[in-house]
């Protein structure tokens, strides 16, 4: 208030003041005042712009007050505020002087009571269930005996120990443990990613993919177990491709992954006896089996026996069988000998028939008329034509393919040459050869920063040098734009084309 324009008028009492003289010291009275405070109401109005700030109301019913979650509180809240939530606000007023309103910079937000927490629960429900989530018919079959389970839970709690030694018990399989918070503001994220990765695993890898999995977490209140309520863990349950059994809490809390998941458990301890069998049951039955099988066998082969015996005394004598086959034997082994020489006789006319129409000067007149025709042949054939053909399609060849050669050797070297001149032009166009004329690549946070703004709002930067990178420390929040001094460019700056 100790800035004024200028001293009153002659008569007047009251002080002149800037709009924003006064508007700093409504703010200077009201952030003084209120600089600490708990306001409880209903949620109105939230905004989630890109900026990842979070604008709300606060409401009730006779009046509104404006609210504004920075970016850095809005991530670490366990609960998101949604609208029609009561919830309980910490924070402290401040005023906005570019609309000449107050507002509250919101520090926590938390439900008002088990109620408002029920009612979000509740909603959120509803609009997944809406859109098929928790259909039956989305459930995959859990695997008989699964070779490998992968379990989704706290590496230094009880819960772990438990499924471990109920396996143990029951029938011990390989377990890959994925470590996540069970609770507060890492729980949601990292339940996600975990569910996430398991999936993404490749099958016969170095890192075998689960054929099962287990979210797990002991009891607590709903406070306790809202991690495992928040939308980003139920739609990666109901997603996974690896069937998923659901072990949150004791048999009297429910949680929304439990609806989504393939099989829910009443108990950790439980989730792990639906994953696999008794292996002891499983040996008894198969010793109950594999007597049963030695019993049937020994039946099968008794009833054969007997009923082999019984077709064994129908049968006639081996001697009787025989005594016909043997006497036709006989009577034929008496005849052959007469058949033989008939066949000999009969083949030896025929022979003397073929031999007499076969006469030495019918085949001396055959072989001469034969030798003239070829005489004829060779006659025709004129062998200096055909080596003098050959050699003119050889020398035909010969220049073929020395055409062949040189064709293709010009090609090689045009493309070699085209190659080189690729890659020189690579090389002057890359970013490295322009780091060598003098440049730098100015990065922030992994991405190339060409703003100040951009600057100022990276944690940390890296310079590219041509010789090698210099990582600086943290950047100031908001640094001041200076006018640029004229500078002198460096002489033979080059081009970078």
């Known amino acids: 208030m100790s800035d004024l324009i200028d001293d009153p008028s002659p008569g007047e009492n009251a002080p002149e003041f800037s709009v924003s003289d006064l508007s700093g010291a409504i703010k200077r009275v009201i952030e003084g005042e209120f600089s600490f405070v708990r306001v409880k109401g209903e949620v109105g109005r939230v905004s989630r712009p890109r900026s990842g ?79 098929g989530l928790f259909a039956p018919e989305r459930k995959k079959p859990l695997p008989y005996l699964p070779e490998v389970i992968g379990v989704v839970t706290s590496p230094s709690g009880a819960v772990i120990r438990d499924i471990l030694h109920r396996l143990r018990d029951r029938f011990p399989r390989k377990v890959l443990i994925w470590p996540v918070a069970v609770q507060g503001e890492k729980c949601a994220p990292e339940v996600t990613r975990a569910i996430e990765g398991f999936n993404k695993l490749s099958p016969g890898g170095a890192l075998p993919r689960p054929d099962l999995l287990i979210v797990a977490r002991g009891g607590g209140s709903i406070e306790d177990l809202w991690g495992f309520n928040e939308e980003s863990v139920v739609r990666a349950a109901a997603a996974s491709e690896i069937p998923l059994i659901s072990a949150v809490g004791h048999e009297t809390d429910t949680t929304l992954i439990d609806h989504a998941a393939d099989q829910r458990a009443p108990t950790p301890t439980a989730a792990a006896e639906m994953a696999v069998p008794v292996r002891l049951d499983l040996l008894g039955w198969l010793d109950a089996q594999g007597g049963r099988l030695l019993q049937a066998l020994s039946g099968q082969v008794t009833s054969r026996r007997q009923r ?32 033989l020489r008939a066949t000999i006789q009969l083949r030896r006319v025929a022979l003397s028939e073929a031999a007499g129409a076969l006469r030495p000067a019918t085949l001396r007149e055959r072989v001469q008329n034969r030798r003239t025709a070829l005489s004829s042949l060779a006659a025709r054939l004129n062998t200096n034509a055909l080596r003098r053909d050959l050699s003119q399609r050889h020398r035909d060849l010969s220049h073929l393919s020395q055409r062949l050669s040189d064709a293709g050797t010009r090609q090689v070297r045009a493309w ?19 780091l060598k004329r003098g440049y730098a690549v100015v990065r922030g946070d992994g991405d190339v920063v060409t703003t100040t703004d951009a600057a100022a709002q990276a944690k940390a930067l890296e310079i590219e040098f041509a010789d090698g990178r210099l990582e600086l420390g943290d950047t100031p929040a908001a640094p001041v734009k200076k006018p640029a001094k004229p500078k002198t460019p460096p002489p033979e700056q080059g081009n970078l084309f």
């Open 53 to 131: 700030h979070l604008y709300l109301d606060l409401k009730d019913d006779r009046a509104v007050l404006a609210g504004v979650i920075w970016k850095g509180v809005a991530g670490r809240l366990t609960v998101q505020p949604e609208e029609g939530m009561e919830v309980v606000a910490t924070g402290r007023l401040t005023t906005f002087a570019g609309q000449s309103r107050y507002q509250m910079i919101i520090e926590d937000i938390k439900p008002a009571g088990v109620g408002a927490l029920m009612a979000m629960l509740e909603k959120r429900r509803a609009q997944l269930a809406g859109e």
């Open 308 to 339: 082999l015996s019984d077709l064994t005394r129908a049968l006639p004598r081996a001697e009787t069988l025989v005594e016909g086959p043997r006497q036709r034997l006989d009577a034929l082994s008496e005849k052959l000998p007469n058949a």
């Open 416 to 434: 070699r040459d085209g190659l080189i001149a690729q890659d020189r032009l690579r090389e002057t166009l890359g970013y490295k050869a322009t």
